[in-house]
């Protein structure tokens, strides 16, 4: 069994696209379908369901993935060690993200990260705090900048990096737009927009109205924070979002909410019980990211 060909496997699982994996491992695609036959063969059993348009794991391939990811884990490490002597970082680096994160600017991150190691392949995805937990904890991503979960991770670590206080997003001519200060109460009948279920932002502004026994009703969802500030804007229902949303381009009122409400958290999630790869530990000392 070839270092190579499970090389292409995790690339074939992870794209489920075997003209996408080809062009991420930089082969041809026939070289690649046939690494993955004989890896097949090799086995005796097979990997992949393959149909016209994707393709998905069998119950063998999803046994083999972890192990395969382990493997080639382990075979980057001992590179890593040996560049690391030679002063030089390579690799890939797989990096998850919130949108719009006011604490960090994650493109000037990623910027000052290329410029000083050309050699490693950066790769982002950008998502929702849930799914980007579950692409840390399965080793797709290195680490993420995800929204303080409320329940434990098994099988993550979370550094924190900041927290922010809510504020009410409303439009201009809103009844509370020109308050100092309101309560949760005020809000109790009040039309929500939010992002999808799932998404923490959203599981936050739930636990909020329901300590103040608030059922509310979420008229619109998004998942992108413009379009819901723009909804917001426009009289379509308000939202609870963190404070450094005030700052993009919007003409979205913002109204303080108490201090003993809760905050919204950010930190960076990593593997826990894994080591990181040089690029991972590299990127993740920038100074940015000391809180």
């Known amino acids: 069994m070839?270092?190579?060909?499970?090389?292409?496997?995790i690339a074939v699982a992870e794209e489920r696209h075997f003209t996408r994996a080809a062009q991420r491992v930089h082969v041809a695609q026939s070289g690649l379908s046939t690494a993955i036959r004989t890896l097949e063969r090799e086995l005796g059993?097979?990997?992949?369901?393959?149909?016209?348009?994707?393709?998905?794991?069998?119950?063998?391939?999803?046994?083999?993935?972890?192990?395969?990811?382990?493997?080639?884990?382990?075979?980057?490490?001992?590179?890593?060690?040996?560049?690391?002597?030679?002063?030089?970082?390579?690799?890939?680096?797989?990096?998850?993200?919130?949108?719009?994160?006011?604490?960090?600017?994650?493109?000037?991150?990623?910027?000052?990260?290329?410029?000083?190691?050309?050699?490693?392949?950066?790769?982002?995805?950008?998502s929702g705090s849930t799914e980007l937990l579950g692409l840390v904890h399965?080793?797709?991503?290195?680490?993420?900048?995800?929204?303080?979960?409320?329940?434990?991770?098994?099988?993550?670590?979370?550094?924190?990096?900041?927290?922010?206080?809510?504020?009410?997003?409303?439009?201009?001519?809103?009844?509370?737009?020109?308050?100092?200060?309101?309560?949760?109460?005020?809000?109790?009948?009040?039309?929500?927009?939010d992002f999808h279920p799932g998404w923490i932002t959203r599981?936050?502004?739930?636990?909020?109205?329901?300590?103040?026994?608030?059922?509310?009703?979420?008229?619109?969802e998004a998942n992108d924070v413009h379009f819901l500030l723009d909804l917001v804007a426009g009289g379509l229902g308000v939202a609870l979002v963190p404070e450094s949303f005030r700052h993009k381009q919007t003409t979205a009122r913002f109204v303080p909410l108490p201090d003993d409400v809760p905050r919204w958290e950010l930190a960076v999630a990593t593997p826990a019980g894994r080591r990181l790869s040089a690029a991972a530990r590299a990127f993740l000392s920038d100074p940015a990211l000391t809180p």
């Open 2 to 9: 070839e270092l190579r060909h499970l090389t292409y496997f």
């Open 45 to 126: 059993a097979e990997l992949f369901i393959r149909n016209t348009r994707s393709v998905e794991l069998t119950d063998a391939g999803r046994a083999l993935l972890a192990e395969a990811r382990h493997t080639v884990g382990a075979a980057e490490a001992a590179r890593d060690a040996v560049a690391a002597v030679q002063g030089v970082v390579t690799g890939r680096l797989a990096i998850g993200t919130l949108q719009c994160l006011g604490a960090l600017n994650v493109s000037a991150l990623l910027t000052r990260f290329h410029r000083a190691h050309p050699g490693v392949e950066i790769r982002l995805r950008q």
């Open 138 to 193: 399965g080793g797709d991503l290195d680490a993420a900048f995800v929204s303080v979960p409320f329940v434990e991770q098994p099988g993550i670590t979370l550094r924190p990096l900041s927290a922010e206080p809510l504020l009410l997003a409303c439009a201009p001519d809103h009844p509370l737009a020109a308050e100092r200060q309101i309560g949760v109460l005020d809000l109790k009948d009040e039309t929500f927009v």
């Open 203 to 220: 599981d936050l502004t739930d636990r909020v109205l329901a300590a103040a026994c608030i059922e509310r009703r979420v008229a619109l």
